[in-house]
């Protein structure tokens, strides 16, 4: 069974950069589509980025295109997300998710995934 658990998260002021791990247990993050989430508090889990299994190919929110950069180390069965110039906005917990399935849904839906960690805190804050 896949386990998934983030890290790197912190408070920041805007501006500034933040990079956020998303280490898997139990099974090859290699196979697996990664999807990173933010929730707000009192709003719905949205979908940020993501990169597929295999070639790599990564999908951005217009919100976060050319400041967040979501890449791969499968030798540290590890998905990071670069988050740079970081706005107050951005304040939000951020989730990875994992599919073993491409076709279960668009990588934007939270219930395409099967898999989720617990969460890390990002708060963008003077």
């Known amino acids: 069974q896949l386990q998934l658990v983030e890290s790197g998260g912190g408070l920041v002021q805007p501006g500034g950069s933040l990079t956020l791990s998303c280490v898997g247990s139990g099974a090859s993050l290699e196979y697996y589509d990664i999807g990173w989430f933010s929730q707000a508090p009192g709003e719905e889990r949205e979908g940020v980025s993501w990169i597929s299994h295999g070639t790599g190919v990564t999908r951005y929110i217009d919100s976060v295109k050319g400041r967040f950069t979501i890449s791969r180390d499968n030798s540290k069965n590890t998905v990071y997300l670069q988050m740079n110039s970081l706005k107050p906005e951005d304040t939000a917990k951020y989730y990875c998710?994992?599919?073993?399935?491409?076709?279960?849904?668009?990588?934007?839906?939270?219930?395409?995934?099967?898999?989720w960690g617990q969460g890390t805190q990002v708060t963008v804050s003077s």
């Open positions: 998710a994992a599919t073993a399935d491409p076709h279960r849904g668009a990588w934007l839906w939270p219930e395409s995934y099967e898999f």
